[in-house]
């Protein structure tokens, strides 16, 4: 997979995909759509209604989506401070909803834009306005399939160096490959 994003006009990036690599794009961006889940009351909520909409106040128990959506208070060991839980549940309550419904954006943009190739390969052309939308969108991607892979900070648990026939494969190339998508749509964005 070589996508990579260039500069383009006006502030904006373009990335040139084959068939197969929007293809994939694609598909991760419509999973994530799928794990962040539909808004309360569904597509068509009365606007006023969500508006007032509270959130969970729980964490979620995917770590996944814990990793989407972290407790904005604590760290280790914070589960067992009562004052640490209690402030996390109302920041929570009033928070992970927006949070949830712009990251759904952030994907639907990439989910459009990608739509906009017809099923076949070319150039994505990403205005400067949505560049910050595309790279949301990769880094929920990254810190999911991250999640996923159990990635750490420490070290990279050998996953640069699995065999082929280790079924983790395919994550840890599409882990690598969106984290230099990243990394050259930032590049793109500084200009």
Not at 19 to 34: D, G, T
Request: aromatic content about 6%; proline content about 8%; overall charge negative.
């Amino acid at each position: 997979m070589a996508g990579l994003f260039e500069s383009a006009a006006s502030g904006g990036a373009a990335i040139p995909l084959d068939e197969f690599e929007a293809s994939i794009l694609r598909s991760l961006e419509v999973q994530m759509l799928e794990l962040i889940g539909p808004p309360p009351g569904g597509e068509h909520e009365d606007p006023l209604a969500a508006l007032f909409a509270e959130g969970p106040s729980t964490p979620p128990e995917d770590p996944a989506l814990l990793r989407l959506f972290p407790d904005a208070y604590g760290g280790p060991g914070a589960a067992e401070d009562p004052q640490a839980v209690e402030m996390a549940s109302e920041f929570r309550r009033y928070t992970e909803l927006d949070l949830r419904a712009r990251k759904r954006e952030d994907a639907l943009a990439v989910v459009r834009a990608l739509d906009g190739l017809g099923g076949e390969g070319g150039v994505v052309a990403v205005a400067a306005g949505d560049c910050p939308r595309w790279l949301g969108a990769l880094n929920d991607l990254r810190l999911t399939l991250g999640s996923r892979l159990e990635v750490t900070e420490e070290e990279d648990d050998g996953l640069y160096d699995l065999p082929e026939s280790d079924p983790r494969k395919p994550l840890v190339i599409a882990y690598l490959w969106l984290g230099a998508m990243q990394e050259s749509l930032l590049e793109a964005m500084a200009g």
